[in-house]
Nanobody, 113 residues
Framework: VQLQASGGGLVQAGGSLRLSCATS????????MGWYRQAPGEQRELVAS???????NYADSVKGRFTISRDNAKKTVYLQMNSLKPEDTAVYYC????????WGQGTLVTVSS
């Protein structure tokens, strides 16, 4: 099982980015998908998650600004990030939690002030 994350980049504060994480595994629809991030010198933290049943969960720091969504037909999970702040700068990772526990390779998001 492999996850391919994309969509990172450099954006000014207040801007938006959409991250994507695609896989080919058939278990995608039955798995919880999560977005995590790790800033330099910090521990990796959960940003948002989406269960197979449609429940979502967000870190307090991103509530109201980030939205996780999934397209089971495309086997892709998205993270729409709006009103970005410099403190959102990090490497963002997607994770599949189900029959397997798999991490994507990470995509760098840099928010300039």
């Amino acid at each position: 099982v492999q996850l391919q994350a994309s969509g990172g980049g450099l954006v000014q504060a207040g801007g938006s980015l959409r991250l994507s994480c695609a896989t080919s595994t058939a278990i995608f629809s039955r798995s919880t998908m999560g977005w995590y991030r790790q800033a330099p010198g910090e521990q990796r933290e959960l940003v948002a998650s989406s269960t197979s049943g449609g429940s979502t969960n967000y870190a307090d720091s991103v509530k109201g600004r980030f939205t996780i969504s999934r397209d089971n037909a495309k086997k892709t999970v998205y993270l729409q990030m709006n009103s970005l702040k410099p403190e959102d700068t990090a490497v963002y990772y997607c994770r599949l939690i189900g029959r397997y526990d798999v991490w994507g390779q990470g995509t760098l998001v840099t928010v300039s002030s």
